[in-house]
């Protein structure tokens, strides 16, 4: 079987590594693919005909879509009429991704465990009567509804921007005053009339719980955990992720059987009354309180970093379980695990999440890889040399059955590469 995976992140590297040993492909391409992957095919990964048209030439017959963007721009029903299976889902399931609201309101009517919110369904920018006084009258008077909202919960509350926003869309408040800040934020960058969402605000562990999914069964692989803040201890801005740990070592079977009972099954109920045809990687972005679990989001895709620990840890052939899910027999699919940890630590640009230069020589690689596995992001080679090319550059990866070895593992790897204002957290793994 011929395999291509589409974009050139740490997520796409690490289903790179792991498709390749699997005895089911005979090839597998990466389409704008980083520097440290062998196969990879000068590609833009966001030019839907250049796709098409490198799939069908080359006979590929699975094509695994990483991210969500063009997912929910429907590159499934863009590639529907060629002999190419995309492995991801339909524009319509992307929507609870892509739409924070909608993602919201299935989980209400279909009693997903999630925090209470209100709507604030504005007309986008681009509504034909934009202009309308009307409009202009309800994106007032939700102004009004969502100042009330701040008032009456003292600022301590969520704010969700409603369209995909890559990490950028979420502002978690703890005063009116900061409330205020990030409804002015939001207005600036996705306008006056921008639909979102004031959620209630839930405080405790995060955890990342994603696998397949076929509408009917949902398998999933280890819990993770993912550090966002940029800086250590958790301060600072948000970013894509700044490192990753799995299995999450407080997880336990009573949390388990709440995600099942209270997220996993009225989740598959919703999809079935919904008739949403969902056939793809699923991902629950939950939280942890009084012992029980609530889910914050859903995203139709793998995770970046988590992704990287855990096809580290995935002993199961993952092109099998691909293949499954595409085919409705997920039931009959187990997936078997490493008894280790694994731990991802990534090292960043200098000035990352906001503006970072690009270009930089990186050295070390050959060191870190003799150490641990390396992914590469954004990273690009230019004649002989790896320079840098985006914010999250690398990520080096330490596995062992104990978790400090695994964290040492990783760290020790950190340690060799080197470039100009390079950072890297330096306590991934601690809780
Ligand atoms: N690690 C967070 C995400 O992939 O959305």
């Given at each position: 079987m011929k395999v291509a995976i589409l974009g050139g992140g740490g997520r796409e590297h690490a289903l790179y590594w792991k498709i390749?040993?699997?005895?089911?492909?005979?090839k597998v391409v990466v389409l704008g693919?980083?520097?440290?992957?062998?196969?990879?095919?000068?590609?833009?990964?966001?030019?839907l005909e250049a796709i098409k048209n490198y799939c069908d030439t080359q006979a590929v017959d699975y094509l695994i879509v990483g991210s969500e963007t063009l997912l929910a721009a429907g590159i499934v029903a863009y590639m529907a009429a060629t002999k190419t299976f995309v492995f991801g889902v339909n524009a319509r399931a992307a929507r609870l991704e892509s739409s924070k609201l909608f993602a919201k309101q299935f989980m209400t009517k279909y009693g997903v465990s999630t925090a209470d919110f209100e709507p604030?369904?504005?007309?986008?920018?681009?509504?034909?009567?934009?202009?309308d006084n009307n409009v202009e009258n309800d994106a007032q008077s939700n102004q009004e509804k969502a100042q009330k909202s701040i008032e009456a919960k003292q600022g301590n509350l969520v704010i969700k921007y409603d369209?995909?926003?890559?990490?950028?869309?979420?502002w978690v408040c703890d005063s009116i005053a900061e409330s205020n800040k990030a409804l002015d934020e939001m207005e600036a960058r996705y306008g006056k009339k921008c639909p979102f969402l004031i959620e209630d605000k839930i405080v405790g562990q995060e955890v990342s719980l994603m696998g397949f999914c076929d509408g009917k069964t949902i398998r999933l692989l280890q819990p993770s955990v993912d550090y966002k803040?940029?800086?250590?201890?958790?301060?600072g801005a948000n970013t894509g992720g700044m490192g990753a740990v799995c299995?999450?070592?407080?997880?336990n079977e009573a949390l388990q059987k709440s995600f099942d009972e209270t997220i996993a099954q009225p989740t598959l109920k919703g999809m079935a009354a919904e008739q949403i045809d969902y056939q793809g990687f699923i991902y629950f972005g939950a939280i942890i309180a009084n012992n029980q679990v609530f889910l914050l989001e859903y995203n139709v895709r793998l995770g970046d970093p988590e992704t990287q620990v855990l096809l580290v840890n995935l002993k199961s052939d993952l092109m099998a379980g691909i293949v499954a899910c595409a085919t409705g027999k997920l039931n009959e699919v187990q997936l078997d695990f490493e008894s280790s940890y694994a731990v991802a630590v990534a090292q960043v640009s200098s000035g990352y999440p906001a503006t970072y230069p690009t270009g930089l020589l990186i050295e070390g690689i050959p060191e870190a890889i003799q150490k641990s596995l390396v992914f590469g992001a954004g990273i690009k080679r230019v004649h002989q040399e790896c320079q840098t090319n985006g914010g999250r550059v690398l990520y080096t990866v330490g596995q062992d059955e104990l978790l400090e070895r695994a964290i040492q593992k990783a760290y020790a790897a950190a340690q060799e590469i080197k470039f100009e204002g390079q950072f890297y957290r330096k306590d991934i793994g601690s809780f």
């Open positions: 390749k040993q699997s005895p089911l492909v005979k693919g980083n520097a440290l992957m062998k196969n990879s095919i000068a590609i833009d990964g966001n030019n604030f369904e504005n007309a986008p920018n681009n509504a034909p009567n934009n202009a369209g995909l926003a890559g990490g950028k869309g979420v803040p940029l800086l250590e201890d958790d301060k299995p999450a070592p407080f997880w």
